[in-house]
């Protein structure tokens, strides 16, 4: 359980995160979402222990990592941003390091080590020193770094950054069996892993929380969630234009675009779609090559909440306006 | 205490998977026995005692050890791998500890490692075995002094050059206003108390005695209070400073 309460972290008269709030609890998987330098690896910094707050505070565990870093560094798994490793070392030396630190003895530490080598499959390369590994490997190095000793609670920056597809895949599935009884924090970049992995994600900007919901929430308030999108056959003659003029025209389109062959009907509110564009197929025999209702775009709703929260993009504020009307 | 010594261990292990730690012992020893019987016509003089392995150590760690400390935490910083280190459950003054003493007991290894030159001393003649003891052990204090100054130099930066060179320039000055004449300078300009109080800042001052065999408690305590300042320093700049 981690409760974030007005965390703020100044660099001189910079302000990289700013008051944010939010709690995790055991069992959920929290995806910190934000553009570049929004401030998400200053906040784990943070919450780990290595940077002390400006003011506010978190308590993990029932530890506040103010008073009780050493605690709080105790129970906690941390992957820095760019996996750090000490370039003279083995794998297995640093993994050893680590867990000698942790008070584990001889045994134990054995044992940990060959099942974080297990877990992460570094067992070809675990008497290699870390300089001469590639990028992906340093990567799971600190992932075995981090879940080395059982964590309860585990924050990850960037875990599949450099990761070929096969190992990000092997990554996630680690990250959702360890999700059961662990508070878990994992920034990334990659949206679609905050579909696959998260069960939570809030989203910071210049410092400052702008969303926290569930990551279907979020897709749900894409402009494109239960928009339909069809694309006509090119050579059946029809002309995606007149197809949009068209279904402009059904009382339950809000809006359509036209990309090309494709035909995008935006509702007006709360109707089925579908079901109306279906029938105006029909009805015109249009020869459609696919058709599809839309859950949202992830990216979209990334673009236009954070781009929406800064002084900047005037279309990307109206669109948010537009969700809270929805919404209401 | 489990930490200092995993750290003090993870510490020595490095040095020795490199080439530095080689590189190091070979050049101290090349170094020490040069000026022993090159520059301290150690035959000539006909003496059988250590003085002239000995008076020459203040201006060998000058250099010798801001080469050891640069890295200490410079390279930490370059690396980011004082993020992981300083995440671990360890409080940040047991690894300023445990670094310090990794490359404190690496120069006691140097030092030890040019005991056949005592052994020597003893077939040529019946020297003071107590003295030249006793001038080991100050010489490894001093060498503890000129590592703590390092040490906390080098956690100001992530470029071990500034390290090294803002380290031989600070422990320059410390052993340059124990010379005779730089003091006999300060003292048309300035009152004498201060000036005496400047000299006995000295790391040449307080290795004269020690060298000769002659234990003062005051040099004792000079270089404990020397090493206790600077690593007390060292650990407010990493707790300060180690984001940057
Ligand atoms: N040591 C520092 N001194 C001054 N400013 C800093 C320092 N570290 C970070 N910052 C600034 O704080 C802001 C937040 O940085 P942070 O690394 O937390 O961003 P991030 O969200 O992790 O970005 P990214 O997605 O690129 O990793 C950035 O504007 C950065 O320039
Ligand atoms: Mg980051």
Redesign the pocket.
Known sequence: MIEVQALT?R??F?T??DHLSFNVTAGEVLGFL????????????MLTGFLAPSSGTAIINGHDIRSERIAVQRLIGYLP?GAPLYGEMTVTQMLKFAGQIRGMNGAECQRAVDQAIERLNLQKVRHQPTDTLSKGFKRRVGLALAILHNPKVLVM??PTDGLDPNQKHEVRNLIQEMAADRTIIV?T?ILEEVEAVCSRAII?AG?KLVADDTPAGLIRRSRFHNAVSLSVAEDSGLDARQVASILSELPEAANVEVNGVEVTVFPDGDVDLLSAVNNKRDEHHWQVKSMRLEAGRMDEVFRQITLGSGQAAPTGASQQNNNKQEAA | MNAIKTILRRELLGYFSTPVAWVFLVIFLVLTNAITFVVGNYYERGIADMQPFFVYHPWLYLFLVPAIAMRLWAEERKSGTIEFLLTLPVTASQAVIGKFLAAWLFLGLALALTVPLWITVNVLGDPDNGSIFTAYVGSWLMAGAYLSIGSCLSSLTRNQVVAFILAVVTCLVLLLIGLTPVAGFFRILLPQAFVDGIVSLSMLTHFDAISKGVLDLRDLLYYFLMIGFWLCANLIVVELRK??
């Open positions: 972290r660099y001189g910079f990289a995160v934000g553009p570049n330098g929004a401030g998400k690896s200053t906040s784990m910094k941003e920056d960037e920034s970049h910071i410092g | 984001a940057d």
